[in-house]
């Protein structure tokens, strides 16, 4: 059975849509079967798709994930999948409140378990590529780790 990891950050438009993407890209690219997708603990944004300047980044590095469309984290997802990763501090410890067991979280793999950002409040595009690195490096780092019986 192929393994499945979902990726959880707030409001499921900025970040995890982007390491939705570069996980999809990623797993295409070393033929990993595995099952991809992303969630937000807010419900604001159900339905949604990413916002622009997440979409415009992907698409700046030939991602499109302008068909995702926001989905949101609930009991109902809890314990559910094989892996499941928060991309900070707040969306782990907001994970874990909704009793998931085992929660990692995204910076472990390779940013010296840092947040990536939140760039809902950033001014404008500024800042984005800068995220969208940071979730490029761990993504794939952790999908080599799933991949190697690391994690
Ligand atoms: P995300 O960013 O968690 O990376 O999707 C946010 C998007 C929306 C909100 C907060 C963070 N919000 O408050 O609506």
Not at 42 to 70: F, L, Y
Not at 81 to 106: A, F, P, R, T
């Amino acid at each position: 059975m192929s393994k499945t990891i979902i990726f959880v950050c707030l409001g499921n438009i900025c970040r995890s849509p982007l390491a939705e993407g570069i996980a999809k890209r990623y797993c295409e690219e070393q033929a990993y079967d595995f099952e991809i997708s992303s969630a937000g603990t807010g419900t604001w944004h159900i339905g949604n798709p990413p916002c622009e300047n997440s979409i415009k980044v992907a698409h700046q590095n030939g991602i499109d994930i302008s068909m995702q469309r926001g989905v949101n984290f609930d009991e109902s997802f809890v314990n559910k999948y094989d892996y499941v990763v928060g991309l900070d501090d707040s969306n782990v410890m907001n994970i874990k409140k909704l009793g998931q067991e085992k929660v990692y979280k995204l910076g472990d793999f390779g940013f010296e378990g840092k947040d990536v950002p939140d760039p809902y409040f950033f001014d404008g595009f500024e800042g984005f590529d800068k995220v969208f690195d940071m979730i490029d490096v761990c993504v794939k780092n952790l999908l080599n780790d799933i991949k190697n019986n690391k994690i």
